[in-house]
């Protein structure tokens, strides 16, 4: 408990303010604790976020400029058998979208040019064109799109708990700074290390050890096979 000096010396506080100092004083302190100690866990959300951003999502536009190089070659090779003209497919545009990581254009471009090999499937696979090629490019794209979402989604989560933060940050600083200013206003000259136990950075740093001990013990149980 972050406030154990506080319930070891309820009496004094209790005494020296009741109507402060009563009797839900402590658990309402604790849960403020316990609700910052949560949101502050966003840096899980961060984490999340980043390895979309730097990891998933490039290698997943990177596996699709890939599939787009064999397609392009069948698109040759097909020539006058297809209905349109290979240039009317819409792959520059793709690879364009692809290079500056636009995804929205990247999804409107990649569907359009689906649409085109669908109609010419029959040409393309005369040319040697795998069945499935057009299947993977549409995954592709429904990957690509999922983890944009994601991505977007995580990243209002992230806005939402920080402004969160703040307001349960303020709130527990409000009521620390209760809990010092009356640990000092008990024992200033009176018992030097009551005193020391109710300073502002002690008491962060029982809070601090708290939070360490609370993510050690999901750490094992987690760990700890079933």
């Known amino acids: ?36 100690e949560q ?11 980043k390895v979309i951003t730097t990891q998933s999502l490039p290698a997943a536009l990177k596996d ?22 290979r240039e009317d497919f819409g792959l520059d545009k793709l690879r364009d979208a692809l ?27 005369a040319k040697g064109m795998k069945l499935d090629a057009i299947t993977n490019i549409a995954s592709k794209l429904a990957e690509i799109e999922s983890l944009k979402n994601a991505q977007n989604d995580l990243k209002n989560k992230t806005g939402r708990v920080s402004s969160s933060n703040i307001e349960a940050g303020n709130e527990i600083w ?3 700074k209760l809990i010092t200013d009356t640990g000092t206003a008990l024992y200033k000259g009176v018992d030097s ?28 149980t987690t760990d700890t096979p079933a």
């Open 64 to 85: 699709l400029q890939l599939q787009l190089n064999p397609v392009e070659g069948y698109l040759k090779l097909a020539g006058t058998t297809l209905d349109i003209n």
């Open 39 to 49: 949101l502050t866990k966003s840096g899980d959300v961060q984490k999340q976020q």
């Open 174 to 176: 409000d009521t620390l």
């Open 193 to 220: 290390v009551k005193q020391k136990e109710y300073t502002l950075s002690a008491i962060l740093k029982r809070i601090s050890n708290s939070q360490k001990s609370s993510t050690n013990d999901a750490t094992h």
């Open 99 to 125: 290079h500056t990581k636009d995804v929205a254009a990247i999804i409107s471009a990649g569907n359009s040019f689906i649409v085109h090999l669908k109609r010419n499937e029959t040409a393309l696979t």
């Open 1 to 36: 408990m972050a406030l154990t000096s506080l319930e070891v010396d309820w009496a004094d506080f209790n005494g020296y303010a009741p109507t402060v100092f009563n009797d839900g004083f402590v658990a309402k302190s604790e849960t403020k604790i316990v609700s910052l």
